[in-house]
Each structure stands twice: as C-alpha cells, then as structure tokens.
C-alpha cells in the first residue's frame, strides 16, 4: 500500500487544522494539489482573482478562526496574491498562501513563468518554506503553526511539482499543541499597576487587534463593564463592546474628526490601559498621544512594543484577557468619571457623524444598519466611505465589521463578505464599497453567481475617488486621476447574474435592502451621492 502524496499530506493536515475552503485559480502547477484539498475535504473555491481569492480566505477565518487557504500557480499567480498576502501581514491574518513552482532539477535550465517566489514572499510573510522530497506532514504543521500563534499572519508553502506527487510516509499528526495563557509574573511592576488601577478616578481603555485574535473580548468588555471604565477600539475591534453600551466609544485611527473628541478625552484620563492595542491600524495622529513620563499607562500586549508608535509605563507581553485578570485581581471598582466627559465625548461622536442628511453617505449607512439585523456581518473596502461607516456603523459583536486596516487596501469588501457568508450561510452579510473599490474586483460577481450566495453590496457611487479627491483639494492641487464616468452598476449586476438597483433616497434604499435579504442570489445596490459629499465629514 504506498504512503500518501505530499500533497494528501498537506490537505488533510489542512483539514485537521479546521480548513474547509480553499480559494484561488488553478495552473498546471496545482492541479495535483487542488485534488488533493478536494478529496481531503476541503472545498476549491475557483475566483477570478488571486488577490479576491486570499480576501474570501481571509472572511472564512474571520467567522470560522481557521487559517485561511490561498492557492495560486506559478508566476503570475503567485504575483497577483502580492497584495493580500501583505495585508495579511499587516492585518495579522494566519492565511496559508500554497504557490506550485517547477522542481529545483527542472528550474536549472527552464526559465518560463519562473521567478523566486520566495524572495518575493519573504518580506511579507511569517515564514516562507518550499516543500523538501521528505518531510511534508512536519512543515506543513509548522507553517500552521506559524500562521495562528501571535502575532498571526501569512505563511508561504512553494510546492514543486514533483514533490506535490512524491510518496510520504503516513503519519500521525498533528504535533501541534497551542500554547497555555501566559499571565504577569505577581512582582512590583503587577503591584504599581494594581495600585494606579485602584487609585484612578478617569481610567479609559484602548482595545485592538490582539484582542480578537487571543479571543478575549468577554474579558476586556467585562473589565470594562466591572471598572466603569469607557472603551475605545481601532476599527478592527469594533463590537468588542456591542457599540450602543454607554462605555462603547466607537472606533479610532483614522478620523481626524473622531481624534478632535478622542484624543483630548485620552488626555484627560489619569489612567489609560492598552489591551491588544497593535497601532497597526493608527494614523500619525496616534503616533505618541501621551508622554509615558507623566501619563499613567499600562499596556497587555501580545508582542513587546518595538514599533514606538507609543509608550507604556508599564508592559506585559502575553495574554491580554490573563493580564487583565490579574490586573483586577484584589482591587475593588469605585465610580468613575464624576464629571462625565466620556458620556459626552459619545454624544459629540454622535453628533458630528450622524446628522440628519435626507440623503448622503451617512444616510446610507444608517439606512442599510437600520433594516439589517444586529448579527448581521459587514464589511467595508477602503476610502472615504470606510472613514465614515466605520464611525456610524454601529457593531454588535467581535468581528461584526471585516475592513483591511493595516494596509488599507482597495478591494477587499466583496470577497471578504464572500468568504464570510460562505462560512455562516445563515448570516445577513452586506459589503460596503466605494465605486472604484468595486470596479477593481467586479468580475467576483461572477464568483458569487457561481456560488450562489446571497450577499448584499451596497456601493457609494459619486464617481471619484473621493478621499483622494478630497486629499488633493486639501493641498490645492489641481483635478488629477480622480474623476471617472458612470457605470451602469444595476446594469452589470444583473449581466453576471445577480439583481442590481440604483436608490437615491432612503426609503428606496431601505425597501432595497428588505428585497436583497430574501432573495436568493446577490443583490448590488447603487446609491447613487454627489461628488464632495464628504466634505467636513471624515
Ligand atoms: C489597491 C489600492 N490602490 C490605491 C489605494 C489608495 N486609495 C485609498 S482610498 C482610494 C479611493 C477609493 O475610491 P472609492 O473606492 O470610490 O471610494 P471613496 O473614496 O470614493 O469612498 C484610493 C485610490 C488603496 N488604498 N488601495
């Protein structure tokens, strides 16, 4: 009986790691590797772009906290999932990136399609392996491994074509075994922290990405919630606190509007605790927002401050919810906040994002989160629509709202609702994008046809890359490689086989929305806005 291929190896140990999806567009070089994932149990999703194709991985592990899986061929595959893997770098997704490449014997004198995808992965991944004749069963396990533990991010695996073929031995696995919270060692750095925690009158907390990633939100939200403290996130950890509690302050990093109230509130604070915060997603506006020597701050992080983007008082690496744990460990809750700055602070939010447009962008987010259910998941691309949905959008629950935020890159709204309603079928899923942001991966809507997935996409369409539009106004330069024509995108929906409306008020939006909910294929809403309507508004 021979042993499996190093393919089988790679696929079922996928599948022992909870993969069920893998995303991407097939070449030569993949095909013994796409069979294998299939016949392991894990679905080949076949997109029209490897970058689209790491996004709807990325939506997957976003609902489901298994690694995301990205094929792609040789050369220009591999190159097309540039993008995506660096934003899972920056984004902290593990995302196992499978290249096909030819064998080392083959590469000494065939040069077509050939390139060093591993010099060109380094960079932005974790770790980059190609795949030896033995072996494969232990580095695949090792590139998960790599991928989950903090912080999280992309692994790349270059397989060449033999090797995907070569006979393994068949052994049991996996040897993973994830790591045991670490808690703070009890000691005089844990005691000045308790000491200042029981001694602070307007402690305010900042939540980020570790947070998600350690799944420790309760314990955050509860600390929060025991302390009186109000909490402030990045837009990733929206919904750590569902957004309509009184201490939920919404999302930060790339508003200055939102920094005007943010910040001075952050200034007040006699006591600023860090739980996750990665400043990842910050604008220079959060570059050094307190001087360590006379703020008190105390910081749980899953990775020791080497960016500099801020300082602590005090540091501990390791478990964000553990150290929280022992942060409160014998201190008592007291009020806080007796002048009320924080209830304040939420309504001047309110007011400055939400005011009563009888149509606009505003609108249109309050709108669509009015119809939609509170468990609904959304998703949102990168622009001046992202700025401001990200401060209206009220978020319910942890991973409530899918953005890219560390790298910010168009595209990515659409195939990260894809593969988040891929993986909870059951979920209302609607992605927000701007016009451009669309047109960069409107062939998806193909892949969604294919699929047979009932998203909802609600696109801004002013026709202008509005945030850089605004950007150059800014600097008075002159219009410049902002403005673009109409598309017809009802026009196009209903071409790659899904329903498409154009709505340019709130009532034919919201009526909209109703219809796309119970229809059984996407539906992609036009709301059609002015040019400049973010004017003052981000
Ligand atoms: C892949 C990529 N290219 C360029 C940019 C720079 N960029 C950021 S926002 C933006 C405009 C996006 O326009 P649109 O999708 O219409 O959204 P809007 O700003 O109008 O809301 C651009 C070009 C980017 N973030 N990502």
């Known amino acids: 009986m021979p042993g499996p291929s190093a393919a089988d190896v790679i696929a079922r140990r996928l599948h022992e790691a909870g993969c069920r999806h893998a995303f991407g567009i097939p070449g030569g070089e993949v095909l013994t590797l ?49 993008n995506v893997v660096a934003n899972a770098e920056q984004d902290r997704v593990p995302l196992i990136v499978l290249t096909g490449c030819v064998d080392d014997d083959e590469a000494l004198t065939y040069t077509h399609q050939v390139f060093d995808h591993g010099a060109v992965f380094g960079p932005i991944t974790k770790a980059s392996f190609r795949v030896p004749h033995a072996g494969a069963d232990v580095l695949i396990d090792k590139a998960v491994s790599i991928a989950l533990e903090q912080r999280p991010g992309p692994v790349h695996i270059d397989l060449p074509i033999a090797v995907a073929k070569s006979e393994q031995p068949d052994r049991p696995g996996p040897r993973r075994v994830a790591p045991s919270p670490t808690q703070p060692a009890e000691g005089a750095d844990l005691e000045r922290a308790r000491s200042w925690l029981a001694e602070a009158e307007r402690p305010l907390m900042i939540a980020g990405l570790d947070v998600l990633t350690q799944g420790c939100p309760e314990a955050v939200a509860g600390f929060a919630e025991d302390f009186g403290v109000p909490l402030i996130t990045t837009y990733k950890a929206k919904g750590v606190l569902p957004e309509d509690h009184a201490l939920a302050l919404g999302g930060a990093g790339l508003s200055p509007t939102a920094d005007g109230t943010l910040l001075p509130l952050v200034e007040r604070a006699d006591l600023v605790l860090l739980a996750g915060y990665d400043p990842i997603e910050m604008r220079t506006g959060w570059r050094d927002p307190w001087d360590p020597a006379d703020k008190r701050v105390v910081e749980f992080t899953a990775a020791a401050d080497s960016h500099y983007m801020h300082q602590a008082g005090l540091c501990f690496v390791g478990d964000v919810g553990a150290g929280l744990a022992s942060l409160r460990d014998g201190i008592a809750a007291r009020p806080t906040w007796p002048d009320g700055e924080p209830a304040a602070a939420k309504q001047a939010l309110a007011a400055a994002f939400n005011p009563n447009e009888a149509w606009g962008p505003a609108a249109v987010v ?68 701007g016009d451009a942001g669309l047109e960069m991966v409107l062939g998806e809507l193909a892949t969604l046809r294919d699929l047979g997935l009932p998203v909802v996409v609600v696109v801004f369409a002013d026709s202008s890359l509005a945030l850089i539009e605004l950007k150059q106004r800014d600097r008075a330069l002159p219009n410049l490689g902002v403005d673009y024509a109409e598309t017809d995108f009802p026009a196009v929906a209903q071409a790659l086989g899904g329903r498409g409306v154009a709505v340019e008020d709130r009532e034919a939006l919201a009526a909209a929305v109703s219809d796309a909910l119970a229809a059984d294929r996407f539906t992609l809403i036009a709301c059609r806005i002015p040019r400049k309507s973010y004017d003052g508004r981000l």
């Not at 029209?48 to 298994?66: L, W």
């Not at 990168?382 to 209206?392: E, F, K, M, N, T």
């Not at 959008?393 to 991973?399: A, I, K, L, Q």
Request: hydrophobic content about 45%; some cysteine.
């Open 366 to 433: 309050q709108t669509v989160r009015a119809v939609l259910p509170r468990n609904a998941v959304a998703t949102v691309d990168s622009g001046a629509h992202r700025i401001l949905l990200s401060q209206v959008w009220e978020t319910y629950e942890p991973r409530g709202l899918l953005q890219s935020s560390g790298l910010c890159t168009m595209g990515c709204a659409l195939p990260l609702a894809m593969g988040a309603k891929l993986a909870e079928p059951e979920r209302p899923v609607v992605a927000f994008t």
């Open 34 to 82: 796409i069979d294998a994932l299939d016949r392991a149990g894990i679905a080949f999703v076949l997109t029209k772009h490897e970058n689209s194709a790491g996004f709807m991985a990325e939506g997957v592990y976003q609902r489901t906290g298994a690694p995301g899986v990205l094929v792609a061929t040789i050369g220009p595959g591999a190159a097309n999932a540039v």
